[in-house]
């Protein structure tokens, strides 16, 4: 007999967050966001049993939270080794922290030969308070709209979900010498913001139901992308007290974008606090191109630049087949 799997590998890819549909909450629900999966920047775990609970690599600290956290809940007497192999930039807009908790959970989950709870996981591993498009990311990738947080205490619901276009390109600009508000500084930004107009929270609804999911369906880049550069313009003019008093956090990677623009992406805007920012483009040859200028521009040179494809596929669980005897 058998005990199970000798070891769950769980990668997952980072993600776009493009923005928040309503900030204003007189609905009852609030919240609400569009996301997409990327390529590129990933987060790999690997757990196994273990005779004592042991995590190594990037972001081990915070991984032995949520392992303790899960042990405790699943009520586990079995220790856990989790190795970090890879791990999404944290704090850089990119998801690390949702996609490293789901992936530990269900590690551990699968490990155990446990139905997946990626919704309920999240919760209760602290992620998805505001924003679930990392949550739905995990799960299908592609482009997700999650419905915003009402009164239950559960993660905000997925409510579509649409492939990114294959030919398509998302142009990533990184700066490695910023990092963007989190944690408990997140908290008390959110708190120091003033009120959300109720008219800009239905007109971002608008251009995202009625404008950008439609464009995404016909692979009309232009109209996707104005929705979002038009959203992202109400948002940042919103968060921008506590950003300098500008869109982007990263001054930089505002110069970069400006350029990329001016020469043909669309969409341009900043992923959560950032410092990330993206831009949208028809093909690979094109953010080539795009890549090439910037690169070669002043303000540039120390930001990572990079072409990603838009993934249609969540969160990958392989499973070590290898049997573990009876002891």
Known sequence: MNRGPASVTTTVPARLHLGFLDLNGETGRKFGSIGVAVSGLRTR???????????????AQRAARYVERLQEHLGLGAAHHVHIDEAIPSHAGLGSGTQLALAVAAGIRRLHTMPLDIRGDAFRLGRGRRSGVGIGLF????????????????????????????AWRIVLVLDPGRTGVHGDDE???????????????????????MQALPALVEADIAAFGGAIKEMQQLLGAHFAPLQGGEPFSSPDVAAALDLIEGEGAHGIGQSSWGPTG????RSQDEAERLIGLARSHPRC????????????????????????PEP
């Open 45 to 59: 775990v690997t757990v196994s049993t273990a005779a004592r609970t042991h995590v190594s690599g990037p972001e």
């Open 139 to 166: 799960d299908t990738g592609g482009v997700v709209v999650d419905g915003g947080r009402g009164e239950a205490m559960a993660a905000a619901p997925i409510v579509s979900r649409i492939p990114f276009p294959d």
């Open 187 to 209: 908290t008390a930004a959110f708190a120091r913001l003033p009120p959300f107009r109720g008219a800009d929270a239905a007109h971002i609804c608008r251009l995202v139901l």
């Open 278 to 281: 993206f831009a949208f483009v």
């Open 301 to 324: 040179r120390g930001l990572d630049i990079r072409a990603c494809k838009g993934l249609n596929r969540g969160a990958d669980i392989a499973i070590d087949a290898t049997a573990l």
